[in-house]
């Protein structure tokens, strides 16, 4: 069993930037990819950003050149750096591993998600 725990969320202004955190209990390094999703109150779940074993990513497009995945096989960690944030951009931020391809079906293993809010 792998434990997911997000961190890193909180409020800021419009602009700002925020690195969400996503620690695994379990080694994540067998795990061909890892995802971050996201979910705003009255709106479907949206896959924003992927990353295989390999450090190959895709983004969707309302985050692509300002958002950054990355992920750390020996430490058992996947990152996403957001810059530039807008207020659409606000919602739970949920990290999951196991996603199977691109907008295909999520992996078994979430965590518990983390708030970011972008005023103004």
């Known amino acids: 069993q792998v434990q997911l725990v997000e961190s890193g969320g909180g409020l800021v202004q419009s602009g700002g930037s925020l690195r969400l955190t996503c620690a695994a209990s379990g080694s994540i390094a067998n795990t061909w990819a890892m995802a971050w999703y996201r979910q705003a109150p009255g709106k479907q779940r949206e896959l924003v950003a992927a990353?295989?074993?390999?450090?190959?990513?895709n983004y969707a497009d309302s985050v692509r050149g300002r958002f950054i995945i990355s992920r750390d096989n020996a430490n058992n960690a996947m990152y996403l750096q957001m810059n530039s944030l807008k207020p659409e951009d606000t919602a739970v931020y949920y990290c999951?591993?196991?996603?199977?391809?691109?907008?295909?079906?999520?992996?078994?293993?979430w965590g518990q998600g983390t708030q970011v809010t972008v005023s103004s």
């Open positions: 999951n591993s196991g996603i199977s391809s691109w907008n295909g079906k999520p992996g078994d293993y």
């Open positions: 990353i295989t074993r390999g450090g190959n990513a």
